[in-house]
């Protein structure tokens, strides 16, 4: 290879690394095919009555789901299963924002 194409093809990789070195942030990412994904979830919270008493227990978990209902299905056989003998009075699920963002900086 002469000395004028490799310079040249070494001028294009160069600029090609600083381009998308420099990218906005958030862009980067994109630009090379990732995506961030965090998964839906949710604050499930619910009361919990032992059976004959009026003895009542809350009980909260953060559910990984993809509904606002399967979060709720979810916590509701944990709950029943981890405490026997109470019966679930309500519940109430509520959104979790997500964590942070993922940054690519390779």
């Not at 194409?5 to 070195?21: D, I, N, P, Q």
């Not at 906005?24 to 919270?45: D, L, N």
């Not at 009980?59 to 399967?70: F, L, S, W």
């Amino acid at each position: 290879m002469s000395k004028l194409k490799t310079l040249f093809l070494a001028a294009v990789v160069g600029t090609s690394v600083s381009v998308s070195a420099h990218a906005a942030p958030g862009e980067r990412g994109t630009q090379i095919g990732w995506k961030v994904h965090q998964p839906a979830r949710f604050m499930v919270s619910g009361i919990l009555r032992k059976d004959g008493s009026t003895e009542e227990q809350l009980y909260h978990v953060i559910v990984e789901a993809p509904t606002e209902k399967v979060a709720v299905d979810t916590y509701i056989a944990s709950a029943l299963a981890s405490h026997p003998g109470y019966k679930l009075v309500g519940t109430l699920a509520t959104p979790v924002p997500p964590a942070g963002s993922c940054e690519n900086n390779i």
